[in-house]
């Protein structure tokens, strides 16, 4: 089993810049692909970015490429991302993910993630 705890968000002025940070737990979290993911108030649960578990590989949405950047440190088991350019459409719930199946690509679809965090929120102000 594997945990994942998210931290890092909260209110802030479009332009500015936030980092998520994720810390797993577990059996062989370091060795999961894992990904964010947001889900704004009414809408969808969306992907944002995920990465490979040697960090070698990684995918953006369209809308936050150049703006957001996924990593991951392994020694310290977290996930990040960094998040600069803040746009009030950023606004949502963010989650992290984990996927136990070792990809060479990580995926985008959340129905191929198989733990989740309890998210943490973004909003960002005009």
């Known amino acids: 089993q594997v945990q994942l705890v998210e931290s890092g968000g909260g209110l802030v002025q479009a332009g500015d810049s936030l980092r998520l940070s994720c810390a797993a737990s577990?059996?062989?979290?370091?060795?999961?692909?894992m990904g964010w993911f947001r889900q704004a108030p009414g809408k969808e649960r969306e992907f944002v970015a995920a990465?490979?578990?040697?960090?070698?590989?990684?995918r953006y949405t369209d809308s936050v490429k150049g703006r957001f950047t996924i990593s991951r440190d392994s020694a310290k088991n977290t996930m990040y991302l960094q998040m600069n350019s803040l746009k009030p459409e950023d606004t949502a719930v963010y989650y992290c993910?984990?996927?136990?199946?070792?990809?060479?690509?990580?995926?985008?679809?959340?129905?191929?993630?198989?733990?989740w965090g309890q998210g943490t929120q973004v909003t960002v102000s005009s």
């Open positions: 993910a984990a996927d136990r199946n070792l990809r060479a690509l990580p995926s985008f679809l959340f129905t191929q993630y198989d733990y």
């Open positions: 577990g059996r062989s979290s370091s060795s999961y692909p």
């Open positions: 990465i490979s578990y040697s960090a070698s590989s990684t």
